[in-house]
């Protein structure tokens, strides 16, 4: 008789950088996958063998899904980043699987409604508002107490969040996430979050909900002060080096926090900050850890960050990733200035440091580097794995102190902010 594998959906953008590490877990744990993208014309084979969808259009998507369910069924469904993560829970909701509810879902993707949410349930929140793009910006000030940080509703990855000091700024920085948000075609463009900018030292955590249950599989340390102007991230180290005691009071707040959005299956990124008040929530998504990032939960671990997601969307989660010893880091490395990308020396003088185990630059010559807060795309990531995490986070400072970015100038009006690029070349280091 033959055994017929398990098929899991995995839905992602088509520009999705995890879509390698999920081939490469399921070939290790003997399940099919299949992936929706708008993948048609891709010379991508992963996309363009796989099922054809329109992220845009979110009915017909999903009756795609469902006709290939028919086919052949799913056990389980996964959005890999946050345009996907709505399609995925309703997809798994019409086929019966497992699930979060669609408004939790929906309000982990809104920062406005994530906040009224947990004002609501009482957690911990800063003082917000929401500013009216439509309306004059200057009169919607008054009351605003700086410094505060303004937010795009549904950009990731600090697309968008500026900080202003006074009413010159948050004037200013209104008209540059409006361009933003134009420019992008966001759905939320009227609308932006404005609240109180909160001090503090920054982690994120990556974990797995099980039936509303949490399980922290990795919190990681941002060393690097996000004070702004902008929030453009740098390096995550692990294991954090905040005591345990503080360690349980985040666990304890995200607890709370999925629990007042409604989360209850899948995994779930979130960045906290912590100060003398407290532990104060910045997100919670329903998803994974973006980027390349999730590598680091493989380093000295028994399953990686995507077996993981997989188990669980079969209905067989594994036990949490064995502790692993040493220091593990990424440097999601920044963009020095806009403007064409020539070329990237010391490449082999960054490999070559102690500790280091990867060093990948994504950026290509010719490439038109665009900085936060308009910018999306990470000029590389550096990996490292040491035996303390001190050790880990010193690797990759030497490591990035050996690259110079070779950036030439621009002579053209950047769309996004209407000024004119003409930056000189510049180094990173």
């Known amino acids: 008789m ?25 070939n ?24 054809h969808i329109d992220l845009g259009d979110t009915n017909r998507a999903l009756r795609a899904i469902l006709k290939e369910a028919m086919r052949n069924p799913f056990v389980g469904v996964i959005g890999t980043d946050d345009p996907t993560t709505e399609l995925a829970a309703l997809a798994a909701q019409q086929l019966g699987l497992p699930h979060n509810p669609l408004h939790a879902v929906q309000v982990a993707r809104r920062k406005d409604l994530a906040r009224a949410v947990l004002l609501e349930k009482g957690v911990p929140v800063p003082s917000h508002c929401c500013i009216d793009l439509r309306r004059p910006i200057a009169p919607q ?53 404005v609240e109180d900018f909160v001090p503090g030292f920054e982690v994120a955590v990556e974990g797995m909900l099980t039936g509303g249950k949490l399980s922290i599989l990795a919190v990681f340390d941002k060393p690097e002060p996000l004070d702004g102007p902008y929030f453009e991230e740098t390096y995550y180290i692990s294991p954090s080096r ?22 209850l299956e899948g995994p779930i990124h979130a960045e906290c900050r912590v100060n003398d008040e407290g532990v104060w929530l910045l997100e919670i998504a329903a998803r994974t850890i973006g980027g390349l990032c999730a590598r680091l939960l493989s380093f000295g671990s028994s399953h990686s960050l995507e077996e993981l997601v ?101 002579w053209n009006l950047n769309p996004r902010s209407e000024q004119p690029i003409a930056e000189s070349g510049r180094s990173l280091g």
């Open 141 to 193: 000030a008054d009351g605003v107490r700086f410094p505060c940080v303004l937010k795009p509703l549904a950009l990731s990855a600090s697309r968008g969040v500026i900080r202003a000091d006074d009413r010159e700024q948050f004037v200013q920085a209104c008209t540059r996430i409006d361009l933003l948000l134009k420019s992008e075609g966001a759905k939320e463009n009227d609308t932006i979050l």
């Open 242 to 263: 905040l005591s345990m005691e503080t360690l349980l009071r985040i666990q304890q707040r995200i607890d709370e926090g999925c629990a007042a959005y409604g989360l």
């Open 310 to 410: 997989l188990g669980h969307a079969m209905g067989h989660p594994f036990v949490s990733a064995a502790k692993r010893n040493g220091g593990v880091g990424v440097l999601m490395i920044p963009t020095p200035a806009a403007g064409i990308l020539r070329r990237v020396e010391g490449l082999l003088a960054a490999e070559r440091t102690p500790f280091i185990k990867e060093v990948s630059i994504l950026a290509r010559s010719g490439y038109q580097l665009v900085p936060w807060p308009e910018g999306s795309s990470y000029l590389g990531f550096i990996f490292a794995r040491a035996p303390t995490p001190e050790q880990a986070e010193a690797a990759l400072r030497q490591a990035h102190a050996c690259l110079n970015f070779v950036v030439a100038p621009v």
């Open 28 to 51: 290790k744990l003997g399940v099919d996958v299949l992936f929706a993208s708008e993948g048609k014309y891709s010379v991508v084979s992963t996309y363009a063998d796989g099922l």
């Open 2 to 26: 033959l055994m017929t594998r398990k098929r899991v959906l995995v839905i992602a953008p088509h520009s999705s950088y995890r879509t390698p590490a999920f081939l490469d877990a399921a």
